[in-house]
């Protein structure tokens, strides 16, 4: 059975840095596109960022480009999300996610999402 595992979300002050983990299990994980999303209370699940299988290009979301740096371990199994320069309106619950085939942006495109972890910025 596949699972994607986040962790590393927390309470912050605005201006503060942030890095996320997803483990996944029981997937040949350097084969899969993966994925960040979030959702923040009342809102749309929205894209943040992926990485692609193959030959890792990266994409981000509008909102979170320059700030954010998504990377993967494939000896690990896990991918990350590096967040920088955070800002009240980055609060959200943090989903991966992983997909066969290439990056997309559609949440209907992915297969498999993990739990999710909540990051809170203050302001």
């Known amino acids: 059975q596949v699972q994607l595992v986040e962790s590393g979300g927390g309470l912050v002050q605005a201006g503060g840095s942030l890095r996320l983990s997803c483990a996944a299990s029981e997937l040949t994980f350097s084969t899969y596109t993966m994925g960040w999303f979030r959702q923040a209370p009342a809102k749309e699940r929205e894209f943040v960022a992926v990485?692609?299988?193959?030959?890792?290009?990266?994409y981000y979301g509008y909102s979170v480009k320059g700030r954010f740096t998504i990377s993967r371990d494939n000896a690990k199994n896990t991918v990350y999300l590096q967040m920088n320069s955070l800002k009240p309106e980055d609060t959200a619950v943090y989903y991966c996610a992983a997909r066969t085939g290439w990056a997309t942006v559609s949440i209907q495109d992915y297969e498999y999402w993990g739990q999710g972890t909540q990051v809170t910025v203050s302001s």
């Open positions: 990485t692609t299988w193959p030959g890792g290009s990266v």
